[in-house]
């Protein structure tokens, strides 16, 4: 068997990574910066006023209560057409370019207003209110670096700069397929022997929410022929292939026998549980990954392999999940010679998360899978963890499960 840390390593040593390209900024949410991005200019681009108020000079108002002629408005989006000068304001909304000759803002609250005039009921040094040009990001600073995958803020902190195209690694577009004569589409009636296809859907979710353009290769049937030509296609279309079933030991594993004439593709027992099989290497130099059949395998495989695979490919940076220190609440005994990954329900209390498994642990149980949050990590040499253990949780679902009731009162 091989260490799981070692076939991750080979895995991520053999992606390719995606050629860089300009995309809309509509579409860059969850792929990564293939640069580093320097402001193209200040934020805010000019000093400009943090309240609605009056643009003073501070030295005028020192001394207050005094009077000063309101020389004009300036809304936001306009540009005040003078200077201010001793004894003299300007009436400003928030975000508008602070006038020329101010140095600072009295807000409306402290000020009562007279016809042409307004009086100034406080004294403000000068700065008070004014939020200065460059203030939040000076220009040709780094804001981002390379390999960052942008979320909602990044995003609009690239519409601050104008960047309408950020400079990103493509989208990987990832082919999918199931494979076993026994799987039938959700759609389809039950015979007696067969069973729904449930890899698929969650491995195009999971690709889905990568990221990934997903190419359904639907259910491919155990037979030689049939699986040459699905795997060729999906090879000929993609960046990646994802395969399901048929990587085991057993005698119908004919996927292993066409991936063989096929590529460079390398099967190995993994020491990890569930997903011992995996099979690994290239169809027509396109990476393929084939996930072993058993619904939990085929994403624990998928998360350990195929996630930070693509990642890699996409450019991130960090393309392993989070992991928190966490306590098991009942003793969990596993095989010593295997990284074992514990489905777990989660639950923050008494300043700690704690874990416990989330039902049965077999490897074609998927409602242990559905109701879990986490993976109890219990590294190899381990075997037994006690009630009250610690124990490393990787986190795929943070539990975010609080009804209105609950935080509102
Ligand atoms: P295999 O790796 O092909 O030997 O499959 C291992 C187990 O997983 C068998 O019980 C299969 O019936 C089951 N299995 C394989 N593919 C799927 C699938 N797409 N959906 C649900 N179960 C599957
Ligand atoms: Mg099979």
């Not at 072993?292 to 393309?319: D, K």
Request: aromatic share 4%; charged share 20%.
């Amino acid at each position: 068997m091989r260490p799981l840390g070692d076939a991750q390593r080979d895995v991520l040593a053999a992606m390719p990574l995606l050629p860089a390209a300009e995309v809309p900024l509509g579409e860059a949410l969850g792929l990564a910066t293939a640069a580093a991005v320097r402001a193209a200019h200040d934020v805010p681009p000019f000093t400009n006023s943090a309240m609605d108020g009056y643009a003073v000079l501070a030295a005028d108002v020192a001394g207050a209560p005094v009077e000063l002629e309101v020389l004009e408005d300036v809304p936001a989006g306009s540009v005040a057409t003078r200077p201010i000068g001793p004894g003299t304001a300007i009436k400003i909304m928030t975000g508008a370019p602070l006038p020329e000759g101010a140095d600072a803002v009295v807000k409306v609250e402290d000020t009562e207003p007279g016809e042409g005039r307004v009086r100034i009921l406080a004294a403000h040094p000068a700065g008070t209110a004014v939020r200065p040009a460059g203030g939040d990001v000076a220009a040709g600073q780094a804001v981002l670096g390379a390999g960052v995958r942008l979320g909602a803020a990044h995003l609009g902190m690239l519409a601050s700069f104008g960047v309408a195209r950020p400079l990103v690694r493509r989208r990987p577009v990832v082919a999918v397929m199931s494979t076993g004569d026994e799987v039938l589409a959700v759609d389809e009636p039950l015979p007696p022997g067969k069973i729904h296809d449930s890899n698929r859907p969650m491995l195009v979710a999971l690709l889905g929410e990568l990221g990934a353009d997903v190419v359904d290769m639907g259910i491919v049937r155990d037979e030689p022929g049939t699986l040459r030509a699905a795997l060729e296609g999906a090879a000929g279309k993609a960046d990646a292939v994802v395969s399901s079933g048929g990587v085991s030991m057993g005698e119908y594993d004919l996927v292993k026998a066409v991936l063989r004439e096929l590529g460079h593709v390398e099967f190995w027992q993994v020491a990890m549980q569930p997903a011992k099989p995996f099979a690994f290497g290239q169809v027509a130099g396109t990476p393929l990954f084939g996930l072993p059949g058993n619904p939990v395998s085929s994403v624990v495989a998928f998360e350990q392999f195929v996630r930070p695979g693509l990642l890699t490919m996409m450019g991130a940076t960090a393309v392993f999940r989070p992991q928190v220190d966490g306590v098991m609440d009942e003793a969990v005994s596993t095989a010593e010679e295997k990284t074992v990954f514990v489905r777990v329900q989660v639950e923050w209390r008494d300043g700690a998360w704690h874990a416990r498994p989330s039902g049965g642990q077999s490897s074609n149980v998927l409602s242990a899978l559905a109701a879990a949050g986490a993976y109890a990590v219990v590294p190899v040499g381990t075997g037994e963890v006690p009630a009250g253990g610690a124990v490393a949780l990787e986190m795929f679902r943070w539990p975010e499960a609080r009804s209105a009731v609950e935080v509102l009162g």
